[in-house]
C-alpha cells in the first residue's frame, strides 16, 4: 500500500507540475555524474581546456598558444574566451590555496551541470510553444535523462557548452508575445547566441540559419538586431581577447578559419550520412526513427512555427555532413533540438493517424524499449571514469615531489598518450619509447645531451610486456616496478570494441636512483 501511495504521488506531482518533477530528475543524474564521472571524455576537453588553462596559473604555457612561449609563431587558431574562464577559475582557486586537481574538477563539473539545466527548462518550454504538454513532458524527461547527457553535461567540451546559448537565443527568438520591444528582443537574442559562438566558432552556422530563417518569416528589424547582438558578443569577448594578446581582433578565429581549409583531411574522414546514423543511434531506435520523421512532419505541416528550430538544425547539419572531418561529438548540439522538434511533430503526427491510434500497444512498448535501454546505458556512462588509467597515474605519482622527467614506453605502435599533467601537479618533460624509437636510442639521446635518466617509466598496455620490459631494463637497469593502474570497465569496453580508443594497463617503474623509496 505504502508504494502504491508513492506512485500514486509521482503521478499527482507528474499531472500537476511535470517541468518541476523533470528538474530535480535531471539535478539528480547530474549530481552522480558531477561525483563519479571523473576524468575527460575526449582529447579536446582537457588537453585544450584544463591543461592550457592551469598552467597559465602557474607560469607555464602548455600548447604554447600565447606569444613569447617557446615554440609559438602566432595564433594557433584556439578558443582563448573559454579557456580563459577555466583560468580566471584556476586563478580563483589558486589565490584561496585550493590545489587539489580531483577537488578542483568536482567544482568545474558541477558549474557545467548547473549550465545544462538551462536546456532542461528551456527545452520542455520551447517543446510546449510548439505542441501542448504532452510533448513538452517526453522532450523534458529525455532533455533531462537520455542516457549521453549528463557525462556530457560535465564534460569541459564546447560542444555541449555552447548549447544552452543557442537554445536560449532560439527561445527567446520563438516568443510570440505581441508587445515585445523588437529591438530589445532581438538584441538579447544576439548577445545570447554570441556567446555560443565565443564558445564554439562552428555555431555560426548554426546562428546564420537564425537570420535566415527571421528574414523568411519577414521579421527583418529582429534578424538585424540579432546580429548587432552577435558583433557585439563576439568582439567583447573574443575581438578584445585577440587585441590585447596579439594585437588585432579576431586573430584565433581567422587563424582557425584558415587552419580548417587547409587540414580538414588530416583528421577522421566519413560518408556524407554518417552523422544520421549518429543520430539513429545515440536516440536509440525506433523512437529516434519517430523523432527524426516528426523533425520534418512538424516542418511540413506547419513551415512558420517551426522555421526557426528546423532551418538553422538543418544548416548545421548539412554543414557538417559535407565537410570531411567528421566526429561524433561535432552533431552533438543538434541532438536536443531534434528532441524538441522532432517530440513536437511526432506527437502531432500521432494524434492524426490512424495507424497509431490503433496501436497504442505498439508506441507503449517502443516508448518501453527506450526507457529500458536509456537507463541501463544511463547508470553506466554517468558513473563511468572516463580516461581512468592515464588520470589515475598521474594522481598517483603526484605524491613524489620534484619530478624532472617521466619517459611512456608503448613500442607497439609509433606514438604515445599524453599525460594529464593537470592532475601530477607538475609540469615535467616526458620522453617515449615506440616501434620507431627504440629504448637505445633513447638510453643515447639521454648520454649526449648529458641529461638524468627519468624518474619514472610508463608501460602503456600489457601486450608483449615481457619482452618490452627487458629492451628497456637493458638500457636503463634502476628502475624497479612500482604499481599498476587499471582503465575503468567503459574504457576497457571500448578498447575491446576498438582498440583506437587507448584505455590500457599503465604499468609505473621507479627510478631507484632518482627515488630510492616507494611513498605510500
Given at each position: ?18 517541468l518541476r518533477l523533470i528538474i530535480i530528475l535531471a539535478i539528480i543524474v547530474r549530481l552522480i555524474a558531477v561525483f563519479f564521472s571523473k576524468g575527460f571524455g575526449w582529447f579536446d576537453d582537457h588537453f585544450l581546456i584544463i591543461e592550457a588553462s592551469q598552467s597559465w596559473v602557474d607560469g607555464f604555457d602548455y600548447n604554447k598558444w600565447l606569444p613569447g612561449s617557446e615554440g609559438n609563431t602566432g595564433p594557433t587558431g584556439h578558443n582563448l574566451f573559454y579557456t580563459g574562464i577555466h583560468y580566471i577559475i584556476f586563478k580563483f582557486f589558486s ?35 510548439l505542441s501542448g504538454k504532452k510533448a513538452a513532458g517526453i522532450a523534458g524527461l529525455m532533455l533531462a535523462l537520455l542516457w549521453l547527457f549528463p557525462f556530457i553535461s560535465v564534460r569541459n567540451l564546447v560542444e555541449s557548452t555552447c548549447v544552452p546559448f543557442l537554445l536560449w537565443g532560439t527561445y527567446l527568438l520563438m516568443n510570440d508575445d505581441k508587445k515585445r520591444n523588437l529591438f530589445l528582443h532581438g538584441l538579447l537574442a544576439g548577445l545570447i547566441l554570441g556567446m555560443a559562438f565565443c564558445m564554439r566558432f562552428q555555431s555560426m552556422v ?315
Open positions: 500500500m505504502r508504494a502504491h501511495g508513492i506512485v500514486a504521488r509521482i503521478y499527482k506531482e507528474w499531472e500537476d507540475h511535470p589565490y584561496l590555496g585550493f590545489d587539489n586537481p580531483q577537488g578542483k574538477m568536482y567544482i568545474i563539473r558541477l558549474l557545467h551541470a548547473g549550465l545544462s539545466m538551462i536546456v532542461v527548462i528551456l527545452g520542455y518550454k520551447l517543446t510546449m510553444k548554426y546562428i546564420g540559419g537564425i537570420g535566415l530563417a527571421l528574414l523568411m518569416l519577414g521579421r527583418w528589424k529582429e534578424a538585424i538586431t540579432t546580429g548587432v547582438g552577435v558583433v557585439i558578443t563576439a568582439f567583447l569577448l573574443l575581438g578584445t581577447i585577440d587585441i590585447y594578446i596579439w594585437g588585432y581582433p579576431f586573430a584565433e578565429l581567422l587563424e582557425y578559419i584558415s587552419y580548417n581549409m587547409h587540414s580538414y583531411a588530416e583528421y577522421t574522414t566519413g560518408p556524407w550520412y554518417q552523422y544520421l546514423i549518429v543520430l539513429s543511434l545515440v536516440l536509440i531506435p525506433p523512437i529516434s526513427l519517430f523523432l527524426l520523421y516528426g523533425f520534418f512532419y512538424g516542418f511540413i505541416k506547419d513551415w512558420k512555427k517551426y522555421l526557426l528550430i528546423f532551418l538553422p538544425v538543418m544548416l548545421f547539419l548539412v554543414f557538417h555532413s559535407y565537410y570531411p572531418n567528421k566526429q561524433e561529438r561535432f552533431i552533438l548540439p543538434l541532438v536536443p533540438f531534434i528532441i524538441i522538434a522532432g517530440t513536437a511533430g511526432w506527437i502531432f503526427f500521432q494524434q492524426h493517424s490512424g495507424f497509431w491510434r490503433k496501436r497504442e500497444r505498439l508506441n507503449q512498448f517502443s516508448w518501453g524499449f527506450f526507457w529500458v535501454i536509456n537507463i541501463i546505458f544511463l547508470l553506466l556512462i554517468s558513473t563511468t571514469y572516463s580516461k581512468r588509467a592515464r588520470v589515475e597515474t598521474m594522481t598517483y605519482l603526484s605524491k613524489y615531489p620534484g619530478i624532472d622527467n617521466i619517459m611512456v614506453e608503448n613500442s607497439n605502435k609509433s606514438g604515445i598518450n599524453l599525460l594529464p599533467m593537470f592532475y601530477l601537479g607538475q609540469w615535467v618533460g616526458y620522453s617515449e619509447i615506440t616501434n620507431v624509437r627504440p629504448a637505445s636510442d633513447v638510453a643515447d639521446w639521454y648520454n649526449e645531451n648529458h641529461l638524468v635518466e627519468p624518474d619514472f617509466i610508463i608501460f602503456e598496455g600489457e601486450n608483449n610486456i615481457e619482452n618490452r620490459l627487458s629492451d628497456v631494463q637493458k638500457e636503463f637497469p634502476d628502475f624497479v616496478y612500482e604499481a599498476t593502474i587499471s582503465p575503468g570497465l567503459i574504457d576497457r569496453i571500448l578498447f575491446w570494441l576498438n582498440p583506437i580508443n587507448e584505455n590500457q594497463n599503465a604499468y609505473i617503474y621507479r627510478n631507484t636512483q632518482q627515488h630510492p623509496h616507494k611513498i605510500e
